[in-house]
């Protein structure tokens, strides 16, 4: 299995950008309830935005994974994250 272990990719940021806007809203919960709305708001629009991008990278007329992340996650069980856009 070839691993790609340096880099981001987008793929895992696409995923993960929901997550992370989730956890700073989290811990700024003094905030007013406006900016936390508006918070989530620029969260949403973060991660469509990259969504926009891998869809524009997508190649519809290719099969399998696109956009496929591989890295070791505990290596001491063999256990990878691995992460990709299928077309279906």
Request: hydrophobic residues 50%; proline residues 2%; charged residues 15%.
């Amino acid at each position: 299995m070839q691993l790609e272990t340096t880099g981001v990719s987008l793929t895992s940021v696409t995923l993960f950008a929901p997550m992370v806007g989730f956890f700073i809203l989290l811990f700024l919960n003094k905030l007013s309830d406006e900016r936390i709305k508006w918070g989530a708001l620029i969260t949403s629009l973060i991660t469509l935005g990259f969504s926009i991008l891998l869809l524009a990278q997508f190649k519809s007329d290719e099969t399998g994974l696109q956009s496929e992340h591989i890295a070791e996650w505990i290596p001491t069980f063999g256990i990878y994250y691995h992460v990709g856009i299928d077309g279906i």
